[in-house]
């Protein structure tokens, strides 16, 4: 079945720590996206990709680096310059040419 | 920069009723509009999506409608049941930013055996 597989589930971070969130897709879109997503509020875009090897900052992106290496993988690690980095982390994938938006399960990310 | 809105943040409905969620943008140049559902602590489904140069779009029990020129979309929910219960989030993609998507906060939906 095509789809977007995000891991972990769920992830812990402590003080000064990087953390990576893994984002696979085997839709065979060009774009892909990440945002996180705090309680109450709607998603916000942190980066997002059109092509592999080139990625653009979204609303968010202080404190998070991606890397776009290969169509189907696009991991986010949140560096330890992201103070407030507890939060609801999704990643979505579409096509160029203005077809639906899909989306992983999420990622929840707390500190310890 | 473009805002959505959706209204209102909470609905809770009888099962059987009928309803309409409600989405608002400011900028009317979009590409399209896209409606999810969002479970409790799970990623987005994607429900319906609109082009821009479409009126509505059905599937099953949804109907979604856009009207471009007043920055409006609906969400109808026929005959409501308790499985509907859900938050429903809009997304709108504008010609000029390419792949950007804008979200709203979302409608959080309870249905009532």
């Known amino acids: 079945d095509g789809g977007i597989t995000q891991s972990p589930k769920y992830l812990f971070r402590k003080e000064g720590q990087n953390v990576t969130l893994s984002c696979e897709q085997n839709l065979n879109h060009d774009a892909m996206y990440w945002y996180r997503q705090d309680p109450g509020q709607g998603l916000r875009l942190i980066y997002y990709?059109?092509?592999?090897?080139?990625?653009q900052k979204g609303d968010i992106a202080e404190g998070y680096s991606v890397s776009r290496e290969k169509k189907e993988s696009f991991p986010l690690t949140v560096t330890s310059a992201q103070k407030n980095p507890t939060a609801f982390y999704l990643c979505?994938?579409?096509?160029?040419?203005?077809?639906?938006?899909?989306f992983g399960d999420g990622t929840r990310l707390s500190i310890l | 920069k473009q805002e959505v809105t959706q209204i209102p943040a909470a609905l809770s409905v009888p099962e059987g009723e009928n309803l309409v969620l409600n989405c608002s943008f400011t900028?009317?140049?979009?590409?399209?509009l896209q409606w999810f559902r969002q479970d409790p602590g799970k990623g987005l489904t994607s429900l319906l999506l609109i082009q821009s140069s479409q009126r509505e779009q059905t599937s099953g029990r949804l109907n979604a409608s856009l009207d471009k020129s007043s920055g409006r979309s609906t969400l109808y929910i026929a005959a409501s049941q308790p499985g509907d219960s859900a938050t429903y989030l809009c997304a709108v993609r504008l010609q000029d930013t390419g792949n950007q998507f804008y979200f709203g906060t979302g409608t959080s939906l309870t249905v009532i055996p």
């Open positions: 990709s059109q092509i592999v090897n080139d990625f």
């Open positions: 979505a994938s579409s096509s160029l040419v203005g077809q639906p938006q899909h």
């Open positions: 900028d009317s140049a979009i590409y399209n």
